[in-house]
């Protein structure tokens, strides 16, 4: 590989179309030349949740005009695009294979290598994008909408999981218990807002596994907590729960949050005391919740310990973290891009797997 060259980074792993260009020079913390996205929530939010073929079709639509978009936003052509990395998974199957296809069509006609991307372990490097970068080794707690994981995180490639949700992810949390107060999808900024104007006492809703002894979480039964007393209270008010007065609403998602929060920052906490570390990384889109930061600064921060977030708008999904995990992956020396078309996509493909 030659000592300056650019990453075209593509995400396509859900309802988000992300495209990235990353510069790498020698072994100096890769840059971030453009990038754009484009959200598919709108045309998602009439059916209340994602639906995989239109996801895919809409995939087909953004992938080439966000692609020029970068290239004219970064001054740069085809031409100087030297590697083009892909989400390979987990996520939609036909979704990445609409990256993965585009990505290999791409580099096959310039002649290219690809690469491609674990999506969490974009996700995990996507903080090296911020102006606080971590330094190696760090715990992560990885919070997406399918994953909830805490790993030890020693160099790139280097990730052992130390806890992981064994039903639902904290993301999946948020956006059911939003679906049942009628907060539509997706359910996390909008349940975290209406939060701010609730008293996260209210109600007593469970902690799952907060007292197991060990790093992992559960989130199912919280949901069925929350649906149970919010039919209660629409029974004795004698409407729907989404006719509910909005501060019984309010007071309704902040429990829920609180509830999510505190058993998030607790194994944190504790993941941190069993590693000995003292730098804690938090990234996927759930990493973007007010209340989440807020509680995990003042907890580090006690404790001596140093976090860091993705810049706010780098915590969902985009091509940045993808161009970004690759370009890293290529500096360490653990990868190389090849210039095998296959795009086999992997829907399900769990992070340990990348052990360098
Ligand atoms: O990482 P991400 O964009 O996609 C996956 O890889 O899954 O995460 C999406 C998840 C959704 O569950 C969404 O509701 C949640 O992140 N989310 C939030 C917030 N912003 C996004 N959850 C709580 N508070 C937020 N502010
Ligand atoms: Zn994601």
Known sequence: ????????????????????????????????????????????????????????????????????????????????????????????GGALLVGAGVACALAASLGRPVLGVHHLEGHLLSPFLSAD??????????????????????????????????????????????????????????????????????????????????????????????????KKLAALQGCAVAALPKAVLADLAASTQAAIVEVLVKKSLSALAATGLKRLVVAGGVGANRSLREQLNQACAVRGVRVHYPELHLCTDNGAMIAMAAAMRLQSGIQRANKVYAFDVKPRWPLDDLMA
Do not use: W
Not at 198 to 205: I, S
């Open 1 to 92: 590989m030659a000592k300056d060259y650019c990453v075209l980074g593509i995400e396509s792993s859900c309802d988000e179309t992300g495209v990235a260009l990353v510069r790498v020079t020698g072994q100096r913390p890769p840059t971030l030349l453009a990038h754009a996205l484009y959200s598919q929530i709108e045309m998602h939010q009439a059916y209340g949740g994602v639906v995989p073929e239109l996801a895919s079709r809409d995939h087909i639509r953004r992938v080439l005009p966000l692609t020029r978009e970068v290239l004219q936003a970064s001054g740069k052509t085809l031409q100087d695009v030297d590697v083009v990395a892909f989400t390979r998974g987990p996520g939609l």
């Open 133 to 230: 970068p971590p330094e190696f080794p760090f715990v992560a707690l990885l919070v997406s909408g399918g994953h909830t994981q805490l790993m030890q995180v020693d160099g790139v490639g280097r990730y052992q999981t130390l806890g992981e949700t064994i039903d639902d992810a904290a993301g999946e949390a948020f956006d059911k218990s939003a679906k049942l107060l009628g907060l539509g999808y997706p359910g996390g900024p909008a349940l975290s807002k209406l939060a701010e104007f609730g008293d996260p006492a209210a109600f007593k809703l469970p902690r799952p596994l907060l007292h197991s002894g060990n790093l992992d979480f559960s989130f199912a039964g919280l949901k069925t907590a929350v649906m149970l007393q919010a």
